[in-house]
């Protein structure tokens, strides 16, 4: 279905098909080689990206004259060594076109040829229409029947009156002769004598791409035999049923109804909205998104897609590589005597492949006492840096291998989830010289994974205990030193992220909650537009929402945006007192409300976000996921029936290193994970939630989601041209000036300190 097709129309001169291929072809009919304007020819074809033909189909009547013209054509055709197949197509029982009826019938012909013809091309092909042969009304029809169902160009070829005998043959010995002379390169005398142009393009209407009663425009409905090739298929008009021509009359006299119509049926059948200017896509494009299947080929096209992350924890967002680089840069800062010191407390370590269970413990126990709130980083900066890359990965990720239902399979429980971050966060962030790589490392990861905007989540009175103001103040210099856009700033560079911080209370330290959320608002005072709102985490068996109420008195007073974490494999009693009494804009995972109808309803009504993060709740709390047998006994995951009842719902990374993740690669596994997966339309649908529930000023808000529309637009036919021509790539998007180049330095052994002291 995809090939090269040029359609003429055909009458009593079958010699214009000579003259249009010889044009388009030269490969197979160098007609012009001598033409005077040979290079102006040959310029004109390229300007229009002109290919030749595959086949060459034709329609004509069954007329005498069509049979003599139909003679001459098959007799050069062998001359030529049928170079590709030759279809025809005849009207059967019509001659001159003389009458109404006759006429019908060839424009239902010409119509029915046309429509076939632009699905055998649709897919990478290009349909050409040649106007010159047979009577006007063929012509006529022939141009409509492109402007309808679309043509890459209608050609035609123009000639002085009257033409040269031997390329308009009137006596039979000219006839005879005809065939080889237009078999071959013409004289330069008669070359000169025609002039092949363009007649116009044709853009395939959109209303066509309506069903109506359930009738659709194509082949299926309205059949056309496929003529063998060489042979003449003689088509009688079908005497029963609409013909094509009456209803392709009714959509057009119907055009001012029918989109609005298409619409509004499009509307009542979602339960999200999708971004505003993809239903200006013409029908045909919305069904395509509509009926093909999200998979793993359309990964570079997520993560070109301007996206925004809502649930993104400062401690778990970094990889290995970006770990150790936060790594060299603690540990380039401290004196020689230090990092002996710092080795000399890692031997057991460094020296074994399997660490016991409490190694983490071990680190933060040899911190106890110590006057330097740095002392555990510069503990694990050691560690990244001198431990092995398979050291690390098997203590880190190994240990708790499969990664699949952590909270009640495996021994250790949620710990299990936790124990890839067990060296970032806050064993590296309380040390001054990780902040600015720390930053970097970030917006580069941003930048790469295609986030315009990005909701990080911390804990300041854990990175900095004596001043968590103060690391909100800091982090938020660092990141715009690394090339974010952390304020609302209309000249932010091209690329740019928008980062902000939200807060992280944990609902395990309730003496402290409300010291923390004065902090919080101190915060948010030094900085508003860093600072973007509160989020409460932790077991969620500790403490109730509802108990922990009145310690947010003042983020209330003070207008504060609340995500909570709710609902993760807990009792969904904990997501309506999340919503009911700490007023809860966003809940974090939220997923146990899939058996709460009723609470759904209402959050659906108040408009609550659900921040869904597919690797981390398949991890967490076990969802059954394709890509993981042992998951193959696990429920499946809620997304299909969040959708379904209307919530606002915004996929999120959760923890990327830990998850090994993506924000692409988490729209993936939501395709994988929820049942009948999700189609294109679908997950340009859940982009867009992320940002209409972004914790920032509604007229910041705004902006930001118009130009992110405008670029999801821009985004879309590159994704479209490649599902109809599926052996093209699609370009790099910019990917270039969307990711930043992180050079890693190799870690430094203990002989290489050693040999330096």
């Known amino acids: 279905m995809n090939k090269n097709i040029l359609l003429c129309t055909l009458g009593a001169s079958w010699a214009v098909i000579p003259e249009i291929l010889g044009w388009l072809a030269p490969g197979v009919l160098d007609l012009y080689a001598h033409h005077p304007q040979r290079a102006a020819l040959d310029a004109l074809r390229q300007q229009h990206q002109l290919k030749a033909p595959d086949e060459l189909w034709v329609c004509t009547t069954q007329g005498a004259q069509t049979q003599a013209s139909l003679a001459g054509l098959q007799a050069w055709w062998q001359l030529l060594g049928a170079p590709m197949p030759l279809r025809i197509w005849a009207a059967a029982g019509t001659d001159q076109l003389a009458s109404q009826p006759e006429c019908d019938h060839m424009r239902e012909l010409i119509l029915r040829t046309t429509l076939l013809a632009a699905e055998h091309s649709q897919h990478g092909g290009q349909l050409v229409l040649s106007l010159a042969g047979g009577r006007k009304t063929m012509s006529a ?6 402007s309808l169902f679309g043509a890459h160009a209608w050609l035609h070829v123009v000639s002085p009156e009257p033409s040269p005998a031997p390329l308009f043959a009137r006596t039979p010995d000219e006839k005879a002769q005809q065939p080889a002379l237009m078999a071959q390169a013409l004289a330069a005398d008669l070359a000169v004598c025609i002039t092949p142009l363009i007649a116009g393009t044709g853009q395939r209407n959109e209303l066509l791409d309506i069903a109506i009663d359930g009738q659709r425009i194509d082949s299926a409905s309205f059949p056309l035999p496929l003529a063998m090739p060489g042979q003449t298929q003689a088509w009688p008009l079908p005497e029963a049923g609409d013909t094509l021509q009456r209803e392709l009359m009714r959509r057009q006299t119907q055009s001012s109804q029918l989109m609005g119509n298409f619409l509004a049926q499009l509307a009542q059948t979602e339960h999200h909205d999708n971004w505003r200017s993809l239903y200006r896509l013409a029908p045909a494009h919305i069904d395509t998104l509509r009926h093909t299947a999200l998979g793993p080929a359309h990964l570079e096209w997520l993560t070109a897609l301007p996206k925004a992350d809502l649930h993104r924890h400062l401690g778990g967002c970094l990889d290995l590589t970006a770990q150790r680089e936060v790594a060299r840069c603690i540990w380039t800062s401290l004196r020689h005597e230090i990092r002996l010191q710092r080795l000399q407390s890692l031997p057991e370590l460094l020296s074994k492949q399997e660490w016991p269970w409490d190694w983490p413990q071990t680190l933060k126990s040899q911190h106890r006492g110590a006057i330097r709130t740095e002392f555990r980083a510069e503990l694990c ?14 203590n880190l990720y190994g240990v708790t291998e499969p990664r699949i239902a952590l909270k009640t399979r495996h021994e250790r429980g949620f710990a299990a989830f936790e124990r890839p971050g067990e060296l970032s966060g806050s ?14 490392a970030i917006v580069a990861q941003a930048r790469a994974e295609g986030l315009a905007y990005l909701e990080l989540r911390g804990s300041p009175q854990k990175y900095r205990p004596l001043d968590p103001v103060g690391f909100v103040r800091d982090l938020q210099t660092a990141l715009a030193q690394a090339g974010a856009q952390v304020t ?33 608002v101190v915060a948010k005072g030094i900085s508003p537009d860093f600072m973007l709102g509160l989020d409460l985490a932790g077991d969620e068996g500790t ?8 310690h947010f008195t003042l983020a209330f007073a003070n207008c504060l945006p609340l995500t909570i974490h709710a ?16 007023h809860a804009d966003r809940i974090g995972h939220g997923l146990s409300l899939a058996d709460q109808p009723q609470l759904a309803s209402r959050f659906r009504e108040r408009r609550i976000c659900l921040e869904l993060c597919p690797s981390s709740n398949r991890e967490v709390v076990g969802y059954a996921d394709p890509a993981y047998p042992e998951s193959a006994d696990l429920p499946a995951y809620p997304l299909r029936q969040f959708l379904q009842m209307g919530l606002p719902l915004a996929l999120c990374t959760d923890n990327p290193a830990i998850s090994r993740t993506t924000l692409a690669a988490e729209f993936l596994a939501a395709a994988r994970m929820t049942e009948g997966g999700l189609s ?24 930001l989601l118009k130009r992110v529309d405008a670029q999801v637009f821009a985004l879309v036919p590159l994704l479209l041209e490649s599902l109809r021509d599926p052996a093209a790539r699609l370009p790099q998007l910019r990917l270039a000036q969307l990711s930043i180049a992180r050079h890693v330095p190799p870690g430094i052994s203990l002989a290489d300190e050693q040999t330096k002291h």
């Open 543 to 550: 403490s109730a929402p509802e108990a922990l109420a009145q």
């Open 427 to 440: 064993a590296l962030l309380a040390h001054p010289a990780a902040l600015a790589p720390y930053a970097q």
């Open 488 to 520: 609302a700033t209309p000249a932010a560079s091209p690329g740019a992220p928008r980062i902000g911080l939200i807060w992280i209370l944990d609902r395990r330290e309730p003496k402290t909650l409300a010291k923390t959320v004065q902090q919080a």
């Open 381 to 394: 900066a050691a560690l990244l840096l001198h431990a092995s890359t398979a050291q690390l990965q098997h």
């Open 680 to 703: 294109l339309w679908e997950s340009l649908a859940l982009m867009r939630p992320a940002f209409v529930h972004a914790f920032l000023p509604s007229t910041e808000r705004e902006a």
């Open 141 to 146: 029809d022939l141009q409509s029947a492109g």
């Open 567 to 582: 609902g993760e494999g807990e009792a969904a009693q904990n997501i309506w007192q999340a919503a009911y009494h700490l």
